[in-house]
C-alpha cells in the first residue's frame, strides 16, 4: 500500500536549497507525496533528506517515480546495480567533480536530475555545494542577457572523459572520440517553470558558437567566475544515509575536494530532454511532467 507522508520543508538559503523532513524514502509513497516532493524541487533546485536507511533498489525506486533512469557512458567497476553509480573516491582533487558543473551536457538531452545517497564519508570535508543557475543569470545586466538570450555553445565529453581514466575504480563505455559534440543554448528556459537560466560549464563546454576564440574564451573565463558567487550558493554537509535530490537543468554543484579518507556516494541519474533557448520553440520532449508540476508563473526562490 502507498504511503502518504506530511513534509516539513526547510529552506537553507534565498536562492537555492530545501531539507525535506517527515518522510521515509524506503516506503512506496503515494502520488500526492510525489507531486510534492516534485514542487519542493522545483521551488529550490536541490533537495536534501536525512538518515535514509535504504537499499539501492529503494534509492533506484524512488528516482524512477520522477523520471527514467539515464545511462551515460561514465561507469564504475563496483557498480553491481545496472541503474546506480558507485562513486568511490579518495583522491578527490582532480576528479572533475572539484569544478562547478551540471551533469552530462554534453548528451543532446542532457539528464534532468540526480539522486545522490551518502553511503560513507569522511568525518570531516567532503561537502558539496550547490548553486542556482537562475539567480546566476538574474545578476546578471540586462544588456548582458540579452546578448546571452542569442548564443549558443558547444558542448563535448572529451575533457572530462581524460579525467575519468584516472580515477579509481573508474571505466569509460567507448571513445571520446565517438561521441558527437552538442550545440545547446547558453541560455536555457526551463521546460516546466518557463525561467530563463544560464547554462553554461567548464566541463563540457568548448565554445561559443557566435563569437570569435577570443571573445569566446573571454565570456565563458566571466561566466564561470559568475557562478562561484556565495550569493548564489548553499553548501551541504553529508552524513552516511543522507539524501540529495537535484534538477540537473536549473543548477550546478561542486563537490570540495578537501579530504583524503574514502568517500562513497551512489548516484542515479534521471533522463531528461532537449535543452531550447528563448529565441527557440520547445522540442516536443521538452516538459518532463509526470503528474504535478505543470508550468506557471516562476517561484520566489532558486
Not at 58 to 87: G, K, M, W, Y
Not at 136 to 149: K, T
Not at 219 to 234: G, I, M, R, W
Request: aromatic share 8%; charged share 25%; proline share 6%.
Amino acid at each position: 500500500m502507498a504511503t502518504r507522508a506530511e513534509l516539513s520543508v526547510r529552506p537553507l538559503t534565498t536562492p537555492i536549497g530545501a531539507e525535506i523532513h517527515g518522510v521515509e524514502l524506503r516506503n512506496d509513497l503515494d502520488d500526492e507525496t510525489i507531486d510534492a516532493i516534485r514542487q519542493v524541487l522545483l521551488d529550490h533546485c536541490v533537495v536534501f533528506f536525512r538518515d535514509q536507511d535504504i537499499t539501492d533498489e529503494q534509492q533506484v525506486r524512488f528516482a524512477q517515480r520522477f523520471s527514467s533512469i539515464q545511462h551515460v557512458v561514465f561507469d564504475n567497476t563496483s557498480s553491481e546495480q545496472p541503474d546506480l553509480t558507485v562513486i568511490d573516491i579518495s583522491q578527490p582533487k582532480g576528479s572533475g567533480t572539484d569544478s562547478w558543473h551540471a551533469d552530462s551536457t554534453f548528451m543532446a538531452a542532457p539528464p534532468f536530475g540526480a539522486v545522490l545517497r551518502a553511503v560513507q564519508v569522511p568525518p570531516v570535508g567532503g561537502d558539496t555545494c550547490f548553486a542556482s543557475m537562475y539567480a546566476a543569470y538574474e545578476a546578471l545586466s540586462p544588456s548582458l542577457r540579452q546578448q546571452l538570450d542569442g548564443l549558443t555553445a558547444v558542448h563535448s565529453a572529451a575533457k572530462v572523459m581524460a579525467l575519468v581514466r584516472r580515477l579509481q575504480n573508474a571505466t569509460v563505455r567507448g571513445d571520446a572520440d565517438e561521441i558527437p559534440t552538442v550545440v545547446h543554448p547558453v541560455v536555457r528556459v526551463h521546460p516546466e517553470t518557463g525561467r530563463k537560466l544560464l547554462y553554461v560549464s567548464s566541463n563540457w563546454v568548448e565554445r561559443i558558437v557566435e563569437l570569435d576564440e577570443a571573445e569566446s574564451a573571454a565570456l565563458l573565463a566571466f561566466l564561470y567566475e559568475h557562478v562561484k558567487s556565495p550569493e548564489l550558493q548553499c553548501r551541504f554537509r553529508w552524513e552516511a544515509g543522507s539524501i540529495a535530490f537535484w534538477d540537473n537543468r536549473a543548477c550546478q554543484h561542486y563537490a570540495v575536494a578537501d579530504y583524503s579518507e574514502r568517500r562513497v556516494m551512489h548516484r542515479v541519474l534521471l533522463a531528461g530532454d532537449v535543452p531550447y533557448g528563448p529565441n527557440d520553440m520547445p522540442p516536443r520532449s521538452a516538459g518532463l511532467r509526470p503528474r504535478a508540476a505543470a508550468a506557471g508563473a516562476p517561484s520566489a526562490r532558486c
